[in-house]
Every structure is written in C-alpha cells, then in structure tokens.
Nanobody
Framework: QVQLVESGGGLVQAGGSLRLSCAAS????????TGWFRQAPGKEREWVAA????????YYADSVKGRFTTSRDNAKNTVYLQMNSPKTEETAVYYC?????????????????????WGQGTQVTVSS
C-alpha cells in the first residue's frame, strides 16, 4: 500500500505561481512513477504531468509544457508540481497518483488506469 497526501493548493492569480506537494508513505519503494492529474467541475480527469522515480524523467501534457514542472525529493518521498503562470481555466482539484506496476512505453504515464494509488486531491483556484 502507498498513501499519498497532496498539499499546497489554494488561490493563485493568473500569471502567478504555486507549488503543490505530494508526500508518499508506505511501500514507496515499489513506486515506478508519480503522476499529476486534475479535474474541473463537470469535466473528466485530465493528466498534467508525471515523473519516473528511477530515472527522474519527466513528462508533460502539451497544455502545461513550459509552465509546469514536476520534480521529486527521494529523501522525503515527495513529488512536487511547480505551477508557473497558471490560467483561470486550470482551476481544478489536483491529484497525485502512484504507479507500482512497470509498463514499457511512455503512454502509461498519462493513463489514469495505470495508476494504483491516489491522493485525496487539493483544490487550486486561479483567479483573473
């Protein structure tokens, strides 16, 4: 079992910055990747970014590339999502998720069903 707790959400102005954290506990050594997803009211869950725990490689949705950065701190078992210049339409509940199964190919970083554990989510509201 892996437990995930997100923090750092809140109100941010468009064009500002915000950093989300995802603290993992439990069998964290079994984690291959951590992904970030978001879900706005009335919309489907959307993949935002992911990071490989072994290589540190990062992957981003086109919509956030160049503005958001995900990173990890192995010693703290924590993954971060740095959100720079967020847009009002990116208001959503942001979730982190852990994948404990190895899949070959980058597709699986963006596939919600490939993740086994999810945090409770943290609300991010971007104001104009």
């Amino acid at each position: 079992q892996v437990q995930l707790v997100e923090s750092g959400g809140g109100l941010v102005q468009a064009g500002g910055s915000l950093r989300l954290s995802c603290a993992a506990s439990g069998r964290t050594f079994s984690t291959y990747a951590t992904g970030w997803f978001r879900q706005a009211p009335g919309k489907e869950r959307e993949w935002v970014a992911a990071i490989s725990w072994s290589s540190g490689s990062t992957y981003y949705a086109d919509s956030v590339k160049g503005r958001f950065t995900t990173s990890r701190d192995n010693a703290k078992n924590t993954v971060y999502l740095q959100m720079n210049s967020p847009k009002t339409e990116e208001t959503a509940v942001y979730y982190c998720a852990a994948r404990t199964t190895y899949y070959s190919g980058t597709y699986y970083y963006s596939a919600p069903l490939s993740y086994d554990y999810w945090g409770q989510g943290t609300q991010v509201t971007v104001s104009s």
